[in-house]
């Protein structure tokens, strides 16, 4: 395993990874950090939990019902998105609760 630092909504999360899966694991860092920050700046959603909620559940959609053609999480087999919805869901658990350690808290150093 290797480790992967990464920036999200200004936050640093260091995940471990195989070395196989580090583009594809900076792949959906991407798509959260750009999707979150389109959620903030309309300045409707305030609060990263809530923020990051919006943005795991507009990725989820758009993974179900291919409403924007050039989203790159389309075409990915169903276990790969299941994979990225997880490490979603573990990065905002650990932003909720920045003390606490995620389920899988070996993804995280």
Do not use: W, Y
């Amino acid at each position: 395993m290797e480790a992967l630092d990464v920036k999200i909504m200004g936050r640093d999360f260091r995940i471990a990874c195989k070395p196989d899966e580090r583009a594809a694991l900076q792949q959906a860092v991407n798509i959260v950090e750009t999707k979150m920050s389109a959620i903030r700046n309309t300045g409707k959603v305030v609060g990263l939990d809530k923020i990051a909620v919006m943005a795991a559940l507009q990725i989820a959609h758009e993974s179900l019902v291919g409403s924007n053609q050039s989203n790159p999480v389309l075409g990915l087999d169903i276990e790969t998105i299941e994979r990225k919805i997880e490490a979603i869901e573990q990065l905002i658990d650990v932003s909720l609760n920045p003390a606490s350690k995620p389920k899988n808290a070996d993804l995280f150093d």
